[in-house]
Every structure is written in C-alpha cells, then in structure tokens.
C-alpha cells in the first residue's frame, strides 16, 4: 500500500513536469496547427541558460530563494527570446506552405540543437552531461511511517510551481483579451487577421509563452534529475509530446491529464515491470489511445474540408 | 497539401525501358571505379560502397510512403531493424547447414538470400501493421505512429534475449558483397520506378494530392496505404538485412529514431517523390562525411575537425533540412526525375509521369 503511494506521488511529480512542457506543444498547435518538434530542445537551450546563470551567480543562487528566481528568471525570458527567433526566422516564412515542410523545418531546428549543442566549439557545453547545480536543496518534506512514503521538497515545489503556471496559462486562454485573439487565430487565422486582430503578434506571443514555459519546465526537471544535457531536450520533449497527442493535442486541459497519466503509467511500469520498458510502454500507450480515439482523449477530430 | 507543379500525365511512358533498368548500374559502376582507385583501398571502398547502397535502397523504399504516397513516416529504422535482426538470427541458425546439391559458394548464396528474404518479409508484416492504423489517421498522427513503432521495436529488441538485448547481434556471416547490394538497388529502383507509372502508382500519387478527393474518385485509400506501407517495409528490412551482413556487429543503437531522420533527409533533398532524386540525395549524403574528413585532412586540420566529421554530421544536418525547406520545400528535384532536369542538349523523351 505504501509503495503504492509512493509511487503515485512519484508518477503525479513526473507528470506534472511532463505537462508543462506538453502545455508548450498543445499552445503551438493550437494556433498554428504546427507539431513543434524542436520544442524540447529549446527546452534544453534553456536549461542551459538556467545552469549558466547559476553559476554566473556562485554560491548566492545556491539554495537562496532570490537565486532560484534569478535563475527561473534568466532562462524563461532568455528561451522567449530564442522562441520568438525561432518562429520568426524559421516558421513565419513558411505559413502558407504546406504543413509538412513546416514539420520537416521543426525536426531540422530540433536536430540542429541538439547535436549542435553535443560540439564542444565556443560556447557550446559538448556532449558529456553536467551537474546541474543545487539550487533548491533537496529535503524530505514529509515522512510517512518508517520511511515508507517520502516526500522530497522539490516534488512540492515542482508541483505548486506548475499548477500556478496552468491556472495562469488557463486565465490567460480563457479570461484575457490575449486570450481570445490566440483562441481566435486558433480557430482560422486568416478570417482573424480579417478581423483585425495582429496575428503575427500573436502567434509570436505564443510561442514566445510556450518556450518561456518550457525553460520553467525543463528547470524543475534539471532539478529532480540534478544533470544537464544536449539530449534532454530530445528524451523530455517527446514524452511531453506523447502526453500532449494522448490528451489530444490542442487541448489545454488535455495535455495536463495526458501528461499525468503518461507520468503514472511510467511509474508504474518502472515500479513494478522493468525500467527498460518504459519508452515502448508510453509509446504503445500512445498508439493504443490513438487507435481507439484518432483525435486523442479530449481532442476532436476535425470534419475533412472538401 | 497544395499541388506542386506535376508534369501532365501521359500515356507513354518517359523512361525508354532499356533505360530504366540500367540505371541503378549506370550509377553504381563510375562511383565503384572511383572508389577502387581513389579513397582508402579495396576494403573502405568495399565498406562505403555497401553502405551507400543500402542508403539507396533505404531512401528509394521511404520514398514510396513519403514521397509517392505523402504518408509522413519517420520510423524507417524500425523496419530496417526488424529486417537486420530477422534476417541475423535466420543467418546465425542456418550458419552451418549446407544444401548438399549444390557447391558451397553457391548454397551460401542461396541461404542468404533466404535469410535475407525472411528478414524483408518480417518488416514488410511489420508495415502491414503500422498501415493498419492509417485507416484512422491522418498526417501529423499517423507520423507518430510511426516513430512510436520505430523506439517500440527499439526497446523489444533491446530487452530481448534472442536479438542479443543492448549488446546486439556478432558472429552473423559476412556474406554481403557490393555485387548483392546492388542487385537489391536495383530490384528497388526498378520496382519504385514501374510503380510510379502503374495504376497503382497513380492511386498512390491521388492520395498524396488529396485523399478525400482520390476517395470520392473510387480509390480505396486505406488499401493503398496499407500496401504503400508493406512495399516500402519490405525493402526496408531487407536494406537492414545487407546491413546486418557487413557490418562486425548489429546493435539496437544503429536504429535509432536519428538513423530515421538520416533517411527522412535523403527523401527530402532529393524532392519527394522523386526516385532519382532519391539516389542521388543518398549517394552525397554517404559521400560528403567522407569529403568533409578528406578535405579538412587536406587542409591540415587533423586531429581536430576531420575526426569529428561525424559529430558535425548531424547539426548539419538539422540545419540542411531547414534551409532546404525555406529556400527550395520542394527539395532538389522536386517530384521530377533526374532526366526531366538533365540539361537540354541531352536525349530525352517527352516528360510524363511515369
């Protein structure tokens, strides 16, 4: 019973960083119908802000509360800038084009980075991964029993960071100004730009937000797994996608669920199968949802336009 | 998917049939000339010109599904595993049985290509059940399926005890040779060329220009879906058959969703759709890691750059796809053939589709 909690709370901290980056998937496609596949790694461009600050800063980011803000800080504004470089250099010429060339564009940026990071030329940090350095340290916030349920400070923290930034991002949809002008170049962007609404703007705002959450994201992460390296982004971004296209991508609370039930399932399996099968156990998950519902489990399937 | 500018459909086909055969070895033989004088001797030349082939084998096959058919699949490695590792354990049983009827040299031939054959057939059933799902989805969908197929087979053979889990298959008989490696080039290259210009090629180009009206028009889109997917798997896993035949050892790391995207890249510098285009795009894409390590030698920067060719290889990679995709989408060729871009002074027939 006790491990059986353990490993909820242990699956619920997992999924919760899964969904904020799949939030960063589902806003994107949202607006632009563009699976963002480089998504995770400007994820990882971040985390490696984030680790740069940290040590820019010595021991005053360590474990201080203005440290750890500094650090959030620097990396999420820092990756929404990269984000907006992005889409305006790489996928705003490419908006009247077919779908795929802008997907085939995603992977090539994904590629770029992550192996690009992997050189050890200039600045780049090379392959080899790093520690990141401790800026939340780690606590056992709460014990069950005779050590029979931990629960560590970074989980809470994680956990709380990340609902505030759903419940942010959901008044944000559904409650601003913004928010109806991204819902409404979701639903066509054309007749929206007709309407007088700045879409370029918008969409460059979503994907400044999607690659802002995406460097928080890929923070607490860095934290829980205390290393850094050119391949996160690649390892994190496709679960994060797996959960978002399970919830139905496109689906804001979807992708949270999505991501929770992909953070349990694995859990799960590394608890009670083997740790190896976790990747084909998320992934034949994916399949099975998409097979029995197309659209994921909240997403619709569009009407085909003739 | 807006309409790329295809060439009107005609009757006669464009490629005299004398040609059409031919081509693959046209290719193949300057290329064995140059490797067999020039770079590193007889063995690299063997190694590179093995591999290029199966390049082509790889990227003609992928082809089909994402080029003639605009399936985006990106888990061809997975189908290429399943053929190597099929195809390596049917080696490794059959290692010393001999048909007693015929001379050694020749029964080894001829297990071969049966274990080569079983190892096609088992991708070409692993298609079958990744097109199975493209009866439900569409586009960006069905293009997940196919990496999450891809990293599943990854995974089962990594925990497998048979496909020798993380440490892979050694020991499979080096029984592949430029010369077979060819003539499975060239069975492909035929075949995605008489495709092209079938009925069946011509349902398959319907789909890619729009499925709801190639439906409307009485084509049974899921069926040539499926059977796009079971073509271009077969040859897949017989591509990762070869591979397994010359390489020392076959390991879950050589089919990674990376060696996908290798391919992906070929289809789409060539031009989707486009055969020729794809060789070509293989050839290059095989040669230039090795111009890149010669050329940086020449310039004497060794020890540093030219030995990590191959971890440049990759970011350029990622950067080539992007350029490529806002400068020129339609990728090198578009969906024409090298002689429909061949300059005007050489023969050539009327363009047609075929």
Redesign the interface.
């Known amino acids: 019973m006790a491990q059986l909690l353990q490993h909820l709370i242990n699956g619920l901290a997992a999924g919760t960083i899964y969904a904020l980056v799949a939030l960063g998937y589902t806003m994107v496609y949202g607006v632009l119908k563009l699976?963002n596949f480089a998504h995770g790694d400007v994820m990882m461009v971040g985390v490696y802000m984030g680790y740069a600050t940290a040590f820019a800063l010595g021991r005053e980011a360590r474990a201080s509360l203005l440290g750890v803000a500094a650090v959030f800080a620097v990396a999420m504004l820092g990756c929404a800038l990269f984000g907006f470089l992005i889409e305006r250099f790489?996928y705003r010429?490419?908006r009247e084009?077919?779908?795929?060339?802008?997907?085939?564009?995603a992977?090539?940026?994904?590629?770029?980075?992550s192996?690009?990071f992997?050189?050890d030329i200039g600045f780049l940090p090379g392959?080899s991964p790093r520690a990141f350095p401790e800026i939340i340290t780690p606590t056992e916030w709460l014990i069950i029993g005779d050590r029979d349920v931990v629960v560590w400070n970074w989980q809470v923290i994680s956990l709380l960071i990340a609902v505030g930034l759903m419940v942010g991002l959901q008044y944000l949809v559904f409650g601003t100004r913004f928010g109806r002008a991204m819902r409404a170049v979701s639903w066509d962007h054309r007749v929206a730009a007709l309407m007088g609404i700045p879409t370029d703007r918008v969409i460059a705002l979503t994907f400044m937000l999607s690659s802002a959450l995406a460097a928080g994201a890929g923070l607490l992460y860095a934290i829980k797994d205390t290393s850094v390296s050119p391949l996160m982004g690649?390892y994190v971004g496709l679960k994060a996608?797996?959960a978002a296209?399970i919830g139905g991508i496109g689906h804001v609370p979807g992708a949270v669920v999505g991501a929770l039930v992909l953070g349990l399932v694995e859990e799960f399996v590394v608890g009670y199968a083997?740790s190896?099968?976790r990747?084909?156990v998320a992934?034949?998950f994916?399949?099975l949802v998409?097979?029995v519902k197309?659209g994921g489990l909240f997403g619709r399937v569009a009407a085909?336009k003739? | 998917?807006?309409p790329p500018a295809l060439p009107v459909p005609e009757s006669r086909p464009l490629v005299p049939p004398s040609l059409r055969g031919v081509l693959p070895v046209l290719v193949a033989l300057p290329v064995l000339a140059l490797f067999q004088w020039g770079l590193g001797g007889a063995d690299f030349a063997t190694y590179l010109l093995s591999v290029m082939g199966v390049n082509i084998i790889l990227a003609v096959s992928l082809n089909i599904v994402n080029g003639m058919t605009?399936q985006?699949s990106?888990g061809h490695a997975g189908f290429m595993a399943v053929g190597a590792y099929i195809s390596g354990v049917l080696s490794l049983q059959l290692k010393d049985v001999a048909l007693s009827f015929l001379p050694v040299a020749a029964s080894d031939q001829v297990l071969f290509l049966v274990s080569l054959v079983g190892g096609g057939t088992a991708a070409a059933a692993c298609g079958f059940l990744v097109g199975l799902?493209s009866l439900?989805?569409r586009?960006?969908?069905l293009?997940?399926?196919t990496?999450?197929?891809g990293?599943?087979i990854r995974?089962?053979v990594?925990?497998t005890d048979a496909f020798g889990r993380a440490l892979g298959l050694s020991g499979i008989p080096q029984s592949s040779s430029p010369a077979m490696v060819y003539f499975w080039v060239f069975l492909v290259v035929l075949a995605a060329r008489r495709l092209a210009g079938s009925s069946h090629g011509r349902s398959l180009w319907a789909i890619r220009e729009d499925e709801?009206?190639a439906e409307?028009m009485g084509v049974d889109t899921t069926g040539y879906k499926v059977r796009a997917f079971v073509f271009s798997s077969f040859f897949a896993g017989i591509a990762g058959a070869l591979f397994a035949h010359f390489v020392p050892i076959i390991n879950p790391g050589s089919f990674t969703?990376v060696r996908s995207?290798e391919i992906?890249v070929m289809v789409?510098l060539g031009g989707l759709g486009s055969t020729t285009g794809a060789i070509v795009a293989a050839i290059f894409l095989t040669l230039l890691p090795e111009g890149m390590r010669s050329l940086f030698s020449a310039l004497g920067t060794e020890g540093s750059l030219a030995q990590?060719v191959d971890?440049?290889r990759?970011?350029i990679?990622?950067?080539?796809?992007?350029v490529?995709?806002?400068a020129r989408?339609q990728g090198l060729f578009g969906s024409k053939e090298l002689w429909d871009v061949l300059p005007r002074w050489l023969p050539r027939k009327r363009r047609g589709l075929a």
């Open positions: 699976i790489a010429p490419l084009k077919p779908r795929l060339t802008a997907l085939i564009t992977i090539g940026i994904s590629f770029a980075l192996y690009g992997q050189l392959a690649l996608f797996v296209v083997a190896t099968w990747d084909a992934f034949g994916l399949i998409l097979l197309p085909e003739v | 998917m807006e605009g985006f990106i799902p439900r989805l586009g960006d969908y293009a997940i399926v990496l999450g197929f990293e599943i995974v089962v990594q925990n709801v009206a409307a969703f995207m992906v789409v990590r971890q440049i990759m970011p990679y990622g950067v080539l796809l992007v490529l995709m806002l989408p």
